[in-house]
């Protein structure tokens, strides 16, 4: 089993930045592609961003591109998200998970189990 656990958020205000963490441990699909997810209250889980086996694949929602940046570590344990220019609608429940390719996760189809998520608020 793959254990995921996510760190880094926090009350930010609009315009503020972010870096959110998370560690992968666990041999199952271990190095295998890995992407952010969110989800807003009264609102259904999406995703924000995924990154493959290259660093140069990456996919982004439209709604966070050129403000947010998707990074991992050369292991491929540890998952980034850099988050710029943040806005109150991006307020939300940031999650990571694990997949076969960082196309499947921008269609939500995720391998591992969900974590606690770590809150983002962004609010003056």
């Known amino acids: 089993q793959v254990q995921l656990a996510e760190s880094g958020g926090g009350l930010v205000q609009p315009g503020g930045s972010l870096r959110l963490s998370c560690i992968r441990s666990?041999?199952?699909?271990?190095?295998?592609?890995m992407g952010w997810f969110r989800q807003a209250p009264g609102k259904e889980r999406e995703f924000v961003a995924s990154i493959g086996w290259s660093d140069n694949d990456t996919k982004y929602a439209d709604s966070v591109k050129g403000r947010f940046t998707i990074s991992q570590d050369n292991l491929g344990n540890s998952l980034y998200l850099q988050m710029n220019s943040l806005e109150p609608e991006n307020t939300a429940v940031y999650y990571c998970?694990?997949?076969?390719?960082?196309?499947?996760?921008?269609?939500?189809?995720?391998?591992?189990?969900w974590g606690q998520g770590t809150q983002v608020t962004v609010s003056s």
């Open positions: 998970n694990v997949g076969i390719s960082t196309g499947d996760l921008a269609m939500m189809r995720t391998r591992g189990s």
């Open positions: 666990g041999r199952t699909f271990s190095g295998y592609p």
